[in-house]
């Protein structure tokens, strides 16, 4: 079974500082990919940025980048130089590689505020 | 422009009637999904499709059906079974690469009354 834990229900932050959102997972397959999505108020469901578990290098995407410890089971979302417009849920999922699994599981998200 | 479409963004219904969401991608993406939202929690699966006329419970397909007729639609029909219906639905479409990601409609905000 997977499971996703994102210890963080609410975090505020500077606006212009850089805010690290945790993620630990759980997972029994050797294989595996790690996604950050933001839902802003709006409800939609926006990809950030995306991780696999046999990448050699920390995956980065303008102001995203994904600080992985495969060793520890984290992944954590690294949002650097915040601007308001980055209020919103974030939420940590996790997808085995295995063919024919291509389910995600979720973990409760964590709200972000930025403060002007 | 390519994307995902969900349509009615907000839909209400009386309790025990049945009602369809619908989900419309333009990508030529193989996989769809649907996922039911509720409030302070994560994604739940309701129902998937990897290819077309053929498709695979989640975890919480009670009281759900859907059909997958066209590779571009995958409607999601809410029948009277489902006890628990009022929530956001999201549903999502994703094609086989080496990442699989998933990209996710706007959702539809279902309230029984």
């Known amino acids: 079974a997977q499971k996703i834990t994102q210890t963080q229900p609410g975090m505020f932050v500077q606006e212009k500082e850089a805010v690290t959102l945790d993620c630990t997972y759980d997972t029994s397959d050797p294989s595996y990919g790690l996604f950050w999505y933001k839902q802003p108020s709006s409800g939609e469901m926006i990809f950030l940025i995306y991780q696999g578990s046999y990448d050699q290098q920390n995956a980065t995407e303008g102001r995203y980048s994904l600080n992985f410890q495969k060793a520890r089971k984290s992944a954590n979302l690294v949002i650097s130089a915040s601007q308001l417009g980055d209020s919103a849920m974030y939420f940590c999922?996790?997808?085995?590689?295995?063919?024919?699994?291509?389910?995600?599981?979720f973990g409760t998200g964590t709200r972000l505020t930025i403060i002007p | 422009d390519g994307g995902i479409t969900q349509s009615p963004k907000y839909l209400f219904r009386k309790e025990g009637q049945n009602v369809t969401l619908s989900c419309e991608q333009n990508l030529n993406h193989d996989a769809m999904y649907w996922y039911r939202q509720d409030p302070g929690q994560g994604l739940r699966l309701i129902y998937y499709?990897?290819?077309?006329?053929?498709?695979q419970k989640g975890d919480i397909a009670e009281g759900y059906s859907v059909s997958r007729e066209k590779k571009e639609s995958f409607p999601l029909t809410v029948t009277s079974a489902q006890k628990n219906p009022t929530a956001f639905y999201l549903c999502a479409s994703s094609i086989e690469d080496n990442t699989d990601t998933q990209y996710f409609g706007p959702g539809t905000r279902l309230t029984v009354l």
């Open positions: 499709s990897q290819i077309v006329n053929d498709f």
């Open positions: 999922a996790l997808r085995p590689s295995n063919f024919g699994n291509e389910k995600l599981t």
